[in-house]
């Protein structure tokens, strides 16, 4: 059996303030090629459908564009869930209406995964689409009295998936879940505050194929079997030197799923530029200038107008980094100043910094007693015979 | 300061009593307050400032507006908060001024003055610390380390001022940063420095007038006149000494005289005062020779005492001997008495056993020849009920197996039923499955057909667009080309003009040859390298052959075009075909088959349409027809299992026969049984007589007789033990009486022998009798007085006379003095002395004092010259400390300005996260020469620009966050310093709604990072956003009976 794995869409995501709605229907159009020339039996989204809870528009209409096309057109059936970021209750309208045409979406925590039957020549299928959901929410849908951790109710869920799948057929479970032992990027938002909500690989044992998403790179895990498809555009100054890709698994019974990478060419590509300003600025062969540019300054001085010299070159430019003024600031003196806590090494240091001549060391005598007086209050010069 | 517990009622639009515990957030935590609008939620903060410092956090909120108006008037306005500051727990609770109804007196409102309260926690009980409104804020100042409007700058960012703190004055600002780093002791430094430099002026004014004084105490003008006048002193000083010697030395004389005469006077009083006392004890001698006379007769008394004593102890021997005689006659009177009743008791005692013995043994033989044949009949009365049990139960079990067998029957039938139906299904299985492959290859020809068609699209797509780029790539050829003539033109002209440069008249052309040079080329235009020129050409060359790939490329592109327009051909017609010959099953779409070939090219998407239609439709009866044969082969799978319970049917109803019939035989068996027992038991009745035909009854006569025999006898051997006791008790009586009677006898006669010795006694003492003896009895404190008396008088004689000896001898031969003359010359001689003292007196202390006034004198000189060097350092640094310095900054300011340094880097950087990397906080650098009271306020440093700019230019979302930057980077700086106040809590109300999505995401994850450093932050919002990211919420809902504040935990 061969379906086509991909994850992490993030319609109507916006980067450094520009939308990237076209850069997504770009990806899309792409996808839906492939799915031509390749006519795989399933096509697989593994959540992050949206970028929102709410999203934009334009991006509601977007993925209806595409699915249409997909299962109407292309007669394809489609397995789609929802990740940490979509709203999976709004996300899954309609889902018992749209399965009778081939599209099956897997939308809030609370309902039971239902299995998707795709049958092949080489035999059947059962694939089960287990959407995002929060460990409050499974604790609630399986009664348990005490707190759970990702691991515990990932675990939960994928045991009542095996309970009801009958014995003849593959299994191949489609999760949005961060593994243990997966790369993360900048742009993945975490799944649980204060922790990471990492789930070890072993709790997948008993499926055949694993179509996970939520981390942004391809990369494959657990002896093969699991699969991040990885987002298909790069969404964060760490995923610049990601190879985006779609991935073709072809899987039968009795081996390990093979799993070809399908490059996914952007309609922006980004690129993170270090260098003065006037490095970054010329023009180099490897970056188109339609490109998305970070640039990393590193001109020790001020700047007149950097950004504008840059979008001189890249129209695109997204901003600008300036390494040095985000260290100490005025070297040297400000850090200086902090080591010395005591009342006399500061007073020494105000002294110089503003009449411009070092504490001579009479002076600091003087202003040591008047301290000591000060601080403990110790008699001072007497005169014979002065009235007290 | 972090908030435990807050309750409220009757509080802002609160009407009721409503509490909220922050206990289970925990330490760390972010929560989000959210409700609509009106509900509340800023009024939370409100009671939280106002339960603190008696004020709301907006200000413009007063004290009277507090209280809700909707509230029952028999509820109190009441805000009371627990709070913990570092290791101690606080309660503070505060109600405003407002009217109650009164107590006695219906509908009447009387005014209730303000009231407050704040207690500290010590283990169980909460201890009063503050009990008036206005302690109770003065104190919670002092414990917090800042006022309310600091409070309300820094612990909590309200709405629409959350920019207070970064658009403040440097004045303002100043006085913040001073409340929240302490740093009033640097401030204190500069204000001691200046105090001391202008108490080091005042010093040198106060030595001056000094020495003023002191040369005035001596009218000396100045410091020699004071010299000389010391050096007149010391002389008048040494005279008086002198004649002080004098006079002492005269004294000493006349004292000794006036010693000698007193000593003789003294001798002479002595003598006379040693006569009179000797004259005195010869007096007493008469006296003493009584007391002797006394002491002989007592002596003599003693003597006779052991004979008085003697005589007593017989008498007394006689009394006792007497008395035991009595007693012993009255016990053997009582003895005989007692045998006297024991006699007739014994005879009778005989008689009775004798009578009732025999018959009761006779009795007691009859019984127990029945003994055995009563207990045989018990026996088997028992054995007869056991046996009638265990009938009944076997008649049970044989009804349960009857109805066993008839159920079992029953599943019998209903299993040939089921076999039935299984036939049926297994025959129909083969026709199913042959109809499922046809439908099954069908939709495979079907999608095969589709595919071919898209390819073909995307094929004509990139013929297109091939197409496009050959018309552009051959637009770009010909300016190419055009260029190349331009280049070439300008450069065949330039070379024609260098050439021409170089002709010179009447020598031939370097070209043609010709001497005459009628119209020469000159240089015009442009002049065009070669290396431009051969530029030119390369890209040409290049155009060229870009050209040429591109039309190779179409070729390809259409070829491809072509076949796969043959294939989809090939496709169609196989799918007509294989159409026309099929199944019966598509006989619903005959027309569009057949209408296929014709249309195919010319109306590509109603072909796409109805191959969708027609895949569909496949699907479909694919589905249906499978669903068919999966049921049918079910039942054929249970065909087997079906027979198999049948078998197992039959041989259980086979079992329940068998046991029924072992069961009947059992049965007689026990019959037979009861009979036999119940034969044996009625001969054994037979037997016994009928009086004891019941066992128990038998039993209970027997016990009675045994008891009257044994009665019987032990009466009889009471009796005879009685007599006995009563005999032995008068013999010993009789023996004592004898005994006490013989030692009578021998008491009286002692008695008479000590009578006759005592008499002899008192003769040999020479006393007429008893009466003149115990009047000469002396005891022995008076015998011992009488004898000390009689030896001191001996002794007092015998010193008086020694003495007057003595005093006679001293006082022999010597005159009486004069003394009156004596003592006066000696007055005389000591006043003198007196005098010339006093006087030698004055003039040294004179002399001392002046010395003294010289000493002082030069100390104010050294101590001049000391401070003279020192108020030249102090006054230099006091002043620069002061802010008179080239850069017009005070030390105070400048250690502020170090401070606020360190909060900005800790701002900046999550300000630059949070504006992606684009904005930073920096003070401004003061000026040389401006204004000192400045020094302390911010602007912004932009990245994209490298300027800075006021904080005034922010947008309202970019300074929002950089109002939070600040108050992050304040508290965690403030926290790292010792002595700093905590701020360990953080309330933002709104602002959120200002930000774009990316921001709020950013703002989000910058708060969330806050729980790793231990704070609270509380947040209120109406973002939705938020509601989905934030897990820890408190809902308020406005009015309603339900409860208002709903506090929501994660996990």
Redesign the interface.
């Known amino acids: 059996m061969r379906l086509l794995h991909t994850s992490d869409w993030h319609l109507g995501r ?4 520009h939308s990237l709605l076209a850069d997504q229907r770009h990806m899309l159009e792409q996808l839906v ?1 492939y799915a ?2 390749l ?1 795989p039996d399933l096509v697989v989204v593994a959540g992050d459908i949206y970028d ?3 999203p934009p528009p334009e991006a509601v209409d977007l993925l209806n564009e595409v699915l249409t096309r997909l299962v ?1 057109g ?2 394809l059936p489609v397995v789609l869930i929802a990740g940490n970021h979509d ?1 999976g209750e709004r996300l899954g309208f309609g889902a018992r209406l749209l399965q009778r045409a081939g599209l099956h979406i897997a939308g809030p925590a609370a309902h039971p995964v239902t299995a998707v039957p795709i049958n092949t020549a080489a035999g059947r299928v059962c694939v089960y689409p287990l959407p995002y959901a ?3 929410a499974v604790r609630a849908r399986f009664a348990q009295a005490d ?1 759970l951790g990702h691991g515990a109710a990932m675990q939960l869920s994928v045991q009542e998936v095996l309970r009801q799948h009958p014995a003849d057929c593959m299994a191949v479970l489609v999760a949005h879940a961060f593994v243990v032992g997966g790369e993360t990027s900048e742009s993945e ?1 975490p799944l649980s ?2 922790g990471s909500g990492a789930i070890d690989a072993s709790v997948f044992a008993g499926f055949d194929y694993v179509a996970l998403g939520h981390l942004h790179r391809p990369q494959t895990l657990g002896g093969g079997r699991l699969r991040y498809a990885g987002s298909p555009l790069k969404y964060s100054q760490s995923e610049v030197t990601h190879a985006k890709s779609f991935s073709l698994v072809q899987l039968a019974v009795g081996s390990l799923p093979v799993i070809e990478a399908l490059p996914v060419i952007p309609l922006h590509d980004l690129h993170v530029l270090t260098g003065t300003l006037a490095e970054v600025c010329a023009p180099r062969p490897e970056v188109a200038s339609h490109d998305f540019v970070l640039a990393r300054l590193t001109d020790p001085g ?6 504008a010299a840059l979008r001189r070159t890249y129209p695109n430019a997204l ?4 390494l040095v ?2 260290g100490s ?1 005025t070297p040297g003196a ?1 850090g200086a ?2 080591e010395q806590t005591s ?1 006399e090494g ?2 020494a240091s ?2 110089e ?4 001549t070092p504490l001579q060391a ?2 600091q005598a ?2 040591l007693e ?2 000591d ?2 601080r403990y209050g110790s008699a001072g ?1 007497d ?4 009235a007290r | 300061m972090r908030p435990l517990h807050l309750s409220l009622q009757a509080f802002g639009p609160f009407a009721g009593a409503e509490a909220i515990d922050f206990a289970p957030l925990g330490g760390s935590a972010l929560f989000l307050i959210h409700g609509t609008t009106g509900a509340g939620k800023t009024s939370l903060l409100d009671a939280i400032c106002y339960a603190l410092y008696g004020d709301s956090s907006v200000g413009d909120r007063r004290d009277t507006d507090l209280r809700c108006d909707r509230a029952d008037p028999e509820l109190q306005t009441a805000v009371e908060l627990r709070f913990s500051l570092g290791s101690r727990v606080f309660r503070v609770s505060r109600t405003p001024r407002q009217w109650r109804a009164r107590k006695r007196g219906a509908g009447q409102l009387v005014e209730q003055a303000a009231t407050a309260s704040l207690d500290e926690q010590d283990g169980d009980k909460w201890t009063p610390l503050a009990g008036q409104p206005l302690k109770v804020t003065e104190r919670i100042q002092s414990l917090l380390g800042f006022n309310k409007d600091q409070f309300r700058q820094v612990i909590v960012l309200p709405q629409g001022r959350f920019r207070e703190l970064l658009a403040a004055g440097s004045a303002d600002r100043e006085k913040i940063l001073e409340q929240l780093f302490q740093t009033t002791f640097y401030r204190s430094i500069e204000t001691a420095l200046k105090l001391a430099a202008a108490e080091q002026g005042r010093q040198q004014e106060q030595i001056n007038t000094r020495r003023s004084t002191l040369f005035d105490t001596v009218q000396a003008a100045d410091q020699a006149a004071f010299d000389a006048a010391l050096l007149a002193q010391t002389q008048l000083c040494a005279e008086r000494n002198a004649l002080r010697e004098r006079a002492r030395q005269i004294r000493e004389a006349a004292d000794q005289a006036l010693q000698a005469g007193q000593a003789v006077a003294q001798l002479l009083q002595a003598d006379l005062q040693a006569q009179q006392a000797l004259v005195g004890v010869q007096a007493q001698v008469d006296r003493v020779q009584g007391q002797q006379a006394e002491l002989d007769a007592a002596q003599r008394a003693l003597h006779v005492q052991p004979a008085v004593q003697g005589a007593q102890q017989a008498g007394r021997t006689q009394l006792q001997a007497q008395a035991a005689l009595a007693r012993a006659e009255q016990a053997a009177l009582a003895a005989q008495e007692a045998m006297d009743r024991a006699h007739p008791e014994l005879t009778r005692a005989s008689e009775a056993a004798a009578q009732q013995l025999p018959a009761l043994e006779q009795q007691e033989n009859r019984i127990r020849a029945f003994a055995d044949p009563l207990k045989r009949m018990v026996e088997l009365q028992r054995q007869v009920e056991v046996l009638v049990e265990e009938q009944k139960v076997r008649e049970g079990r044989h009804d349960a197996m009857d109805a066993q067998r008839i159920a079992l029957q029953a599943q019998v039938q209903a299993e040939v039923l089921n076999g039935q139906q299984v036939e049926t299904a297994v025959a129909r299985l083969p026709d199913l499955r042959h109809r499922v492959h046809a439908l099954e290859q069908q939709l495979q020809q079907v999608r095969q057909q589709r595919e071919a068609q898209a390819a073909l699209l995307l094929a004509n797509a990139r013929v297109e667009t091939q197409q496009e780029r050959n018309r552009q790539l051959a637009l770009e050829l010909r300016r190419a080309e055009a260029e190349l003539e331009h280049t070439e033109a300008l450069w065949h002209a330039g070379q024609a003009a260098r050439l021409a440069s170089l002709l010179q008249a009447d020598t031939p052309c370097m070209v043609c040859g010709s001497a005459t040079h009628p119209a020469p080329a000159s240089a015009t235009g442009e002049w065009v390298a070669d290396q431009r020129l051969q530029a030119v050409r390369a890209g040409h060359r290049q155009a060229q052959q870009s050209s040429q790939q591109a039309a190779l490329a179409l070729q390809a592109a259409q070829a491809e075009c072509q076949r796969l327009q043959a294939l989809a051909d090939q496709h169609a017609g196989r799918a007509a075909g294989g159409v026309r010959a099929g199944d019966e099953d598509q006989r619903a779409q005959p027309e569009d088959q057949r209408a296929q070939p014709e249309h195919q090219r010319a109306q590509p998407e109603d072909q796409r349409a109805q191959l969708e239609l027609r895949q569909t439709r496949l699907q479909e009866d694919v589905l249906l027809v499978s669903n068919e044969l999966r049921r049918a082969e079910q039942l054929a799978g249970s065909q087997a299992t079906s027979a198999a319970r049948r078998a197992a049917l039959d041989q259980q109803h086979r079992q329940v026969q068998q046991q029924q019939t072992a069961l009947g035989e059992e049965r007689n068996a026990g019959a037979l049984q009861l009979q036999a027992l119940q034969t044996e038991l009625q001969l054994n009745r037979d037997q016994v007589p009928a009086e004891f035909a019941n066992p128990d009854h038998t039993r209970q006569v027997m016990r009675d007789l045994l008891e009257r025999k044994q009665q019987v006898s032990q009466a009889l051997a009471q009796a005879q033990a009685a007599e006995r006791t009563a005999a032995l008790a008068a013999t010993t009586a009789q023996g004592a009486c004898t005994q006490a009677k013989q030692q009578c006898a021998e008491a009286a006669q002692a008695a008479v022998d000590a009578e006759t010795a005592l008499k002899l006694a008192l003769a040999l003492a020479g006393f007429v009798d008893m009466e003149a003896r115990n009047s000469a009895v002396r005891d022995t404190a008076a015998l011992q007085a009488l004898e000390q008396a009689i030896g001191e008088h001996a002794k007092a004689l015998a010193a008086a006379e020694h003495q007057a000896e003595r005093a006679r001898a001293a006082c022999l031969g010597l005159p009486a003095p004069d003394l009156t003359a004596l003592q006066q010359a000696a007055g005389q001689a000591r006043q003198g002395d007196a005098d010339a003292v006093h006087a030698a007196g004055e003039a040294q202390a004179q002399l001392a004092s002046l010395a003294r006034t010289a000493q002082a004198l030069q100390e104010l000189a050294a101590t001049e010259a000391a401070l003279g060097t020192r108020h030249a350092l102090l006054g230099r640094i006091a002043e620069v400390a002061a802010g008179t310095n080239p850069r017009r900054m005070s030390f105070h300011r400048y250690v502020l300005a170090t401070m606020l340094d360190e909060v900005l880097e800790a701002a900046s950087q999550r300000l630059l996260r949070m504006s992606r990397n684009r904005f930073a906080l920096q003070r401004v650098q003061v000026a040389p020469g401006g204004n000192a009271a400045g020094g302390l306020d911010l602007e912004v440093l932009d990245a994209e620009s490298s300027t800075a700019r006021p904080v005034a230019t922010l947008s309202g979302g970019e300074g929002f966050l950089a109002a939070l930057a600040l108050a992050l980077g304040l508290a965690q700086v403030v926290q790292s310093y010792s002595g700093g106040v905590h701020l360990d809590t953080l309330f933002i109300d709104e602002g959120f709604g200002t930000l774009d999505p990316e921001s709020l995401d950013f703002a989000i994850r910058t708060l969330i990072d806050l729980r790793a450093e231990g704070r609270l932050v509380g947040i209120i919002s109406h973002v939705s956003e938020l509601r989905e990211r934030i897990d820890a919420r408190l809902e308020v809902r406005a009015g309603g009976t339900a409860p208002r504040l709903q506090l929501t935990l994660p996990g």
């Open positions: 916006q980067f450094h303030g090629a031509t020339a006519r929102r809870a709410v109407i292309l007669q709203s929060e460990p409050g707190a938002r505050v204060g001020a700047l007149l107008d950097p950004m901003g600008i980094e300036r003024l985000q600031g400000r100043r902090r009342p500061l007073y105000f002294f910094e503003v009449t411009g009479d002076q003087v202003l008047e301290l007086r000060l010069q005169l014979p015979g002065r």
